[in-house]
């Protein structure tokens, strides 16, 4: 199993990125998907998580109404649309799958993990 983020970079505050994690060896839409993004120092939290049975999906608080997670079935693909994004959400961000048919936000309940893809937003 694999997961292939990718899609950061460096962007001004209130411009928009998309970042897009690939799967390979399983199917995204039959594993609960998420992504994770960890500041230096801090700890590594949840962003956006999508349901497994119907792409129900669930955002942080710090997020909400700006960030918008989506999957492609047919390309086995998750994506993160961040738009009017700020210094505060400069992290490395992580795409991560699990089979579970809940809605899991913490690190520990996930399996797979991408590699990290680095979003900077400059003030």
């Known amino acids: 199993v694999q997961l292939q983020a990718s899609g950061g970079g460096l962007v001004q505050a209130g411009g928009s990125l998309r970042l897009n994690c690939v799967a390979s060896?399983?199917?995204?839409?039959?594993?609960?998907m998420s992504w994770f993004r960890q500041a230096p120092g801090k700890e590594r939290d949840v962003v956006a998580v999508?349901?497994?049975?119907?792409?129900?999906?669930y955002y942080a608080g710090s997020v909400k109404g700006r960030f918008t997670i989506s999957r492609d079935n047919a390309m086995n693909t998750v994506y993160l649309q961040m738009s009017s994004l700020k210094p505060e959400d400069t992290a490395v961000y992580y795409c991560?799958?699990?089979?579970?048919?809940?809605?899991?936000?913490?690190?520990?309940?996930?399996?797979?993990w991408g590699q990290g893809t680095q979003v900077t937003v400059s003030s």
């Open positions: 991560a799958g699990d089979v579970d048919y809940g809605m899991p936000v913490v690190v520990y309940e996930y399996e797979y």
């Open positions: 999508i349901r497994r049975s119907d792409g129900y999906p």
């Open positions: 060896g399983l199917t995204s839409h039959n594993y609960v």
